[in-house]
Each structure stands twice: as C-alpha cells, then as structure tokens.
C-alpha cells in the first residue's frame, strides 16, 4: 500500500469499472500519480479503457460509526 491510502476499492460493472480510493491528503495521491510504479502500470490500465477521467472529491464531514436501530 502507498503512504498516505488508507484503502481502495474495485467497483465491477457491466459496462464500467469504477475505482475508488481514500488518501490522508491530495498530495499523497499526487506523490501516487507521479510514481514510477504507476507509470509502469499504465500501458495494462490504457488497455482496459477508450476512456480515462477521474473526480477528485474531498469529504466535508467525516462519517461516523454506523448506529444500528
């Protein structure tokens, strides 16, 4: 696992893979996106997808613990 993920997830669907992944800070996954190792990724992920976009979202509110009824 890179410094600064604290997990991710793949999402499976018919027509899309969606990847979803928390990192402590934006320049952890900045350090991710400028690695070596992913670049030695990228060639296998371009051959996955005639698409490639992503959304950066920052949580507002830190969920917290589940509270079953």
Do not use: F, K, N
Not at 9 to 19: F, K, M, R, S
Not at 29 to 37: A, I, L, R
């Amino acid at each position: 696992m890179e410094v600064g993920c604290r997990g991710t997830e793949l999402l499976v669907g018919a027509e899309e893979l969606v990847v979803l992944a928390e990192w402590d800070e934006p320049s952890d996954y900045q350090s991710w996106v400028e690695s070596p190792v992913r670049a030695r990724w990228g060639p296998a992920i371009d051959a996955l997808s005639d698409t490639r976009h992503g959304d950066i979202y920052r949580l507002a509110q830190v969920p917290g613990p589940r509270i079953e009824g």
